[in-house]
C-alpha cells in the first residue's frame, strides 16, 4: 500500500501559476498510475489529469488541457500537477491518487475514480481575481 500527502496549495492570483505536489511513501510507488481530482464546495469531485506509473502516458480532462501538466518522479516518489493559467473556476481541493498496476501495461492510466485505491487528504487551490 501507499500513503500519499499533498501540498503546494495556496492563493493565487487568476492567470498565474502553481504546483502542487504529492508525495507517497513506500517502495512500490513505480507501480502505482497515479491521478490528479478535485472538488470545489457543493459539487462532486471530478477528474483533472491522470499519468501512468511509466510517467510516459498523460491523460487529462478537456477543462484543464493544453493549461496543466502532470508528471512523475519515480525516484523522488512524488507526483506534480503543473497549474498554469489559472482561472477562477480552478478554485477547489485537490486531490492526488493512486491504483496499483504491477500487472497493467506501463502506459495505463484512468480518469475514473472508482480505480483508484489510495488517495490523499487534500490541498486547497484559491484563484482569485
Known amino acids: 500500500q501507499v500513503q500519499l500527502v499533498e501540498s503546494g496549495g495556496r492563493l493565487v492570483q487568476a492567470g498565474g501559476s502553481l504546483r502542487l505536489s504529492c508525495a507517497a511513501s513506500?517502495?512500490?510507488?513505480?507501480?502505482?498510475?497515479m491521478g490528479w481530482f478535485r472538488q470545489a464546495p457543493g459539487k462532486e469531485r471530478e477528474f483533472v489529469a491522470a499519468?501512468?506509473?511509466?510517467?510516459?502516458?498523460?491523460y487529462y480532462a478537456d477543462s484543464v488541457t493544453g493549461r496543466f501538466m502532470v508528471s512523475r518522479d519515480n525516484a523522488k516518489n512524488t507526483v506534480y500537477l503543473q497549474m498554469n493559467s489559472l482561472k477562477i473556476e480552478d478554485t477547489a481541493v485537490y486531490y492526488c491518487?493512486?491504483?496499483?498496476?504491477?500487472?497493467?501495461?506501463?502506459?495505463?492510466?484512468?480518469?475514473?475514480?472508482?480505480?483508484?485505491?489510495?488517495w490523499g487528504q487534500g490541498t486547497q487551490v484559491t484563484v482569485s481575481s
Open positions: 513506500g517502495r512500490t510507488f513505480s507501480s502505482y498510475a
Open positions: 491518487a493512486g491504483v496499483e498496476a504491477h500487472y497493467y501495461s506501463s502506459n495505463y492510466y484512468t480518469g475514473e475514480s472508482t480505480e483508484y485505491g489510495y
Open positions: 499519468i501512468s506509473k511509466s510517467g510516459f502516458s498523460t
